[in-house]
């Protein structure tokens, strides 16, 4: 069978050996012959291994003490409505940084519960999309707090820097970024991401909350994403998605295993570097986002002659690499090169767009 590469966006492709892991323990996990999906989440065995996941998530990402971690149901756009609902307070407006697609859907979501400051933070450099650096974000003065995205999945765009606001709360929205590099959680008063792009399966999303937030829910915020809720049951206070919440463990394992999150950082960088690079000298593909706000887990390009999209599609997938196809919004092609992306998969893609330029360039 060819070796296949998936570079879906997300739900994402997940390590080989956790995969082959988690297929052994359907038959018997943890020698109780059952599988994880079919215990109770109150049970002794569940319980311990839920605790070892979070503290496991915990050593990755060096997360203080003084933050909850939640393990919730909703996805990303549950977090849209759980951070205004949560964070709100008697305030009527918070800031809104909008920098692509997903950063304008909590935009969205926000009118219902405010009038939210929105902050376009979108700008063209040298004819290439970018981001107005942080210094030029203009904070509002009475924001409850500040929203953003540091990795537009669709839009193919980062922002790297790190928050430097004073006593502004920070939240963002760290879905397909998340465990791929370092994280200086200080500086954040809510991080979250749903887990289907670089954590685990879909059905989970993690949120990192300051404990001195926590309290502050608005009267009718459905207890399921109530922070508080939520911390005080130990993220079960419903039945929280517990074959997610097991796989995404065994993923952390095996990113301690790898060495952790600046390990991911440098190979998730060198995966980077290689795909624009075939980019960046052919005139026959093309990335349209400036240098410095290049996404390194969602790259989208554009082949010259688009025409040629549905050949080139038809041909990777033959060739084992799949899920190329832009978002429609975008068009083109996008490579999502998340952690359980391995440098092989991104060689053999670059090798495959070398190759098709040769034969149809
Ligand atoms: N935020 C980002 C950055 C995303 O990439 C996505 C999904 O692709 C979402 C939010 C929405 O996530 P969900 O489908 O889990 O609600």
Redesign the pocket.
């Known amino acids: 069978m060819t070796q296949v590469y998936n570079f879906s966006?997300?739900p994402a492709m997940l390590p080989a050996d956790v995969m082959l892991l988690a297929q052994q323990e359907l038959r018997d996990w943890q020698g109780l012959g059952t599988s994880v999906m079919e215990v109770s989440h109150r049970g002794k065995p569940f319980i311990a291994a839920a605790e070892e996941a979070e503290k496991d998530f915990r050593d990755l990402l060096n997360i203080p003490s003084s933050y909850k971690v939640l393990f919730c149901h909703g996805?990303?756009?549950?977090q849209f409505s759980a951070i205004p609902l949560n964070l709100l307070g008697d305030k009527t407006t918070a800031d809104y940084v909008d920098g692509g697609y997903?950063a304008a859907s909590a935009v969205k979501e926000a009118h219902k519960y405010l009038k939210p400051n929105v902050i376009d933070a979108k700008i063209t450099v040298d004819g290439k999309r970018a981001i107005k650096p942080m210094s030029e974000w203009q904070l509002s003065e009475d924001a409850a707090y500040l929203h953003y995205?540091p990795?537009?999945?669709i839009d193919g765009i980062a922002i790297n820097e790190t928050p430097d606001f004073g006593d502004a709360i920070v939240t963002a929205?760290f879905?397909?970024t998340i465990l791929s590099h370092p994280i200086d959680v200080s500086r954040y008063g809510v991080i979250y991401a749903?887990a289907?792009?670089n954590i685990g399966p879909a059905g989970l999303?993690i949120v990192i909350v300051r404990e001195d937030l926590l309290g502050k829910a608005h009267s009718v915020c459905p207890s399921i994403i109530d922070y508080t809720v939520l911390s005080e049951n130990d993220s079960m206070f419903n039945t929280p998605p517990t074959f997610a919440w097991y796989l995404s463990g065994l993923v952390f394992k095996w990113l301690k295993q790898q060495g952790g999150v600046d390990v991911m950082n440098r190979i998730n960088q060198q995966k980077a570097d290689l795909l624009y690079g075939v980019i960046d000298n052919s005139d026959f593909y093309r990335n349209d986002v400036a240098s410095a706000n290049r996404s390194r887990m969602n790259v989208p390009f554009q082949l010259a002659d688009s025409k040629l999209d549905s050949l080139f599609l038809d041909e990777s997938f033959k060739a084992g690499l799949h899920a190329l196809k832009g978002h429609r919004v975008v068009g083109g092609m996008r490579a999502s090169i998340y952690n359980a992306m391995p440098l092989e998969g991104v060689k053999a893609l670059t090798d495959f767009m070398i190759d098709f330029e040769r034969r149809h360039g």
């Open positions: 966006s997300g996805g990303g756009r549950g997903w995205c990795n537009e999945t929205d879905s397909s749903g289907q792009k999303t």
